[in-house]
C-alpha cells in the first residue's frame, strides 16, 4: 500500500485501487485500507417442510434481508462473492467442513477466473436463423459462431478463448460483456452474418428478426406424421407437412401405408430420400416450417391425373400448427383453398399444443485448471480423478453441473438453476464464475488437499457478510449425492 493506494491481486490486471474506490472489475474495493470483496458470501440452505420436502424457492420479497431463513436448517457455502485462488499458489478462500448425516465432509469454495469458456445457446425456433457457421456479432464484433442445428432448436457457440483473447482488444470485451450478460440471465442483441437479428435471454423466448417466438415445433415434417395419422386418417386424403429439414407426405409414408391409405398422386418438390420423407424442398426462410415458402402450393411438383381425383382433399401444415390451409382439387386438378372443417381443425390445432412454448437456453462451459485444482490440493490430477470417479461432486453456485468425460474438469451448468447475478468479470479478459467441490473429509485429505485451511462451517461464516438463499427445491442438495460413495 502507498499513499493509501492498494494493489488487488484477484487476477493478473492488479488494479491499483484509491481509498473508498472499486477495481475494474467491480467486485473489489479498497475500504479503510483493506482489500474487501464488496458482494457478501451466498449461502444456500435446505429448508424443508413437516413432510420432508424442499420448501418452493422463495420469491423475490423487499422485506427479506437476505439473512439465514433458519438456523436449523443445513447450510451449503457457494463460491458467490467467495474471492478467487488467484495468484494460483494459494489455497481456495474457503475449505469448510460440515457434516452430513453423520459423515465429515469438506466443500472447497472459491470464485474461478475462467479464460477457457464459452456459453452454449440453443434457441427454440422453426426459423432460419443463419448458415453454419456464420459469424455470431455484438456491436459489430464476433463473439461466437452458429453451429450445428438440433431437433427443433438453433445453436449458438459464444465465446472461448479465441474471441476473448485471440482477436482485437474491442472483441475480447465484447465478448466478455456479452457473455456475462447471457450467464447473468439478461438480454442480449446480436446480428448473424447472412441471418437474423436475435434477442436472446436464458429462460425467456428469443426475438427473431423483431418477432418474439412461441413455438417449439412438435417434430419435423416426418415425426409429425407418424404422431397424427390416425387423427388424419377419415378426415382427409392426403397431408403434407412442410419442413425445412423433412418434408412429410401421408400417403407415402409409412403411416399412411399402415393405415392403408390410397396413393394421392401429389408430388412435393425436393429430393427423396424415403417413401413420404422429402429434403430440400425449398431455402432456409421465416416462412411456413423454416422455409422461405409462404404460399404452400409453392413446393407442389406435380399432381398426377392418373391417380388423383376430383374432390381430392388436402391439407398442407407446419411443424408448429401456425400455419395452415386446407385445398380441394377441383374438376381440373387444381387445389382450391377451402374453409377448413371444424374436425379438421381439432387435429391442426393439437399440433399447436403438443409444441413446447419457445425458450432460449444458455449453458456456461468453462474448464476448470489451473489455480482452481492448485487452490484444492498440491496434486491437481488427484481432483481430477476424484471427479471422474464420483467422489468429488463439482457445483456452480450450488447447481449441479455436467462434467465431459475425457481429460480434465470441463463443465456445462443452466444458468436459470444458479442464484441471480452469479457471475463476474476481471478485465484480462474473463468470465468470473463460482465453483465448489464437495467430498468426504477423508477423500480431501487423501488427495493431498489443503488439510491444515479446513475451517469449520460456523467460522466460515464468520468472516465478513453472508447473505443467504433457500436452496431451489429442482436442485438436489450439494452432500446428498455422496451418500452411496460414502456408503461403499
Not at 15 to 30: E, F, L, Q, S
Not at 108 to 130: A, H, L, N, P
Not at 276 to 294: E, K, L, M, N, P
Not at 328 to 339: F, I, M, S, T, Y
Amino acid at each position: 500500500m502507498t499513499d493509501g493506494i492498494i494493489t488487488c491481486d484477484a487476477c493478473p490486471v492488479l488494479c491499483r485501487i484509491r481509498p473508498g474506490k472499486t477495481g475494474a472489475c467491480d467486485r473489489y474495493g479498497n475500504f479503510d485500507g483493506v482489500l474487501t470483496r464488496i458482494d457478501p458470501l451466498l449461502v444456500t440452505q435446505k429448508v424443508v417442510d413437516e413432510a420432508g420436502k424442499l420448501v418452493p424457492f422463495l420469491e423475490a420479497s423487499e422485506s427479506w434481508d437476505g439473512s439465514l431463513v433458519n438456523r436449523e436448517a443445513p447450510v451449503f457455502v457457494t463460491g458467490i462473492g467467495a474471492t478467487t485462488t488467484y495468484p494460483d499458489y494459494k489455497p481456495a478462500p474457503f475449505i469448510v467442513s460440515s457434516e452430513h448425516e453423520g459423515v465429515d465432509m469438506v466443500t472447497v469454495v472459491s470464485e474461478g477466473v475462467f479464460s477457457y469458456c464459452g456459453v452454449k445457446v440453443k434457441i427454440d425456433t422453426d426459423r432460419y436463423i443463419g448458415p453454419e457457421p456464420a459469424a455470431v456479432r455484438v456491436d459489430g464484433e464476433q463473439i461466437g459462431h452458429v453451429t450445428t442445428a438440433e431437433y427443433g432448436s438453433q445453436m449458438l457457440a459464444i465465446g472461448g478463448v479465441r474471441h476473448l483473447t485471440g482477436g482485437s482488444k474491442k472483441e475480447g470485451n465484447v465478448t466478455c460483456a456479452a457473455m456475462l450478460s447471457l450467464c447473468n440471465k439478461e438480454p442480449v442483441e446480436m446480428k448473424i452474418d447472412g441471418g437474423a437479428a436475435l434477442t436472446v435471454q436464458a429462460g425467456r423466448p428469443p426475438v427473431i428478426d423483431g418477432v418474439q417466438e412461441e413455438r417449439m415445433r412438435v417434430g419435423c415434417g416426418s415425426a409429425a406424421i407418424g404422431i397424427f395419422a390416425p387423427q388424419w386418417h377419415g378426415l382427409v386424403d392426403e397431408v403434407i407437412v412442410v419442413d425445412d429439414h423433412i418434408t412429410g407426405v401421408l400417403t407415402e409414408h409409412q403411416s399412411g401405408k399402415f393405415l392403408d391409405m390410397p396413393a394421392a398422386g401429389i408430388r412435393v418438390r425436393g429430393r427423396r430420400s424415403t417413401p413420404g420423407r422429402y429434403f430440400q424442398v425449398a431455402d432456409h426462410g421465416s416462412g411456413w416450417g423454416g422455409t422461405d415458402i409462404t404460399d404452400p402450393l409453392d413446393i407442389i411438383e406435380r399432381i398426377d391425373g392418373k391417380t388423383a381425383w376430383p374432390g381430392l382433399k388436402l391439407l398442407m401444415v407446419s411443424t408448429t400448427g401456425e400455419d395452415a390451409a386446407y385445398f380441394v382439387l377441383d374438376g381440373d386438378l387444381r387445389p382450391a383453398q377451402d374453409e377448413m372443417p371444424s374436425d379438421l381443425q381439432v387435429v391442426v390445432d393439437r399440433i399447436g399444443e403438443n409444441c413446447e412454448p419457445a425458450l432460449s437456453s444458455v449453458l456456461f462451459m468453462g474448464g476448470a485448471g489451473g489455480s482452481l485444482r492448485a487452490g484444492v490440493t498440491v496434486n491437481p490430477v488427484r481432483l481430477t480423478r476424484s471427479v471422474k470417479r464420483h467422489a468429488t461432486r463439482v457445483t456452480c453456485g450450488g447447481a449441479p453441473v455436467y462434467v465431459w468425460p475425457g481429460g480434465g474438469i470441463t463443465l456445462m451448468v443452466d444458468v436459470t438453476v444458479m442464484p441471480d447475478n452469479a457471475f463476474g468479470y476481471v478485465p484480462t479478459p474473463a468470465l468470473v464464475a463460482p465453483i465448489e467441490f464437495t467430498m468426504p473429509k477423508q477423500e480431501f485429505l487423501d488427495f493431498g488437499g489443503y488439510g491444515d485451511e479446513i475451517v469449520a462451517l460456523e467460522r466460515a461464516m464468520q468472516r465478513g457478510p453472508v447473505r443467504s438463499e433457500p436452496q431451489r427445491p429442482d436442485n438436489p442438495w450439494p452432500m446428498e449425492e455422496q451418500d452411496v460413495l460414502e456408503q461403499a
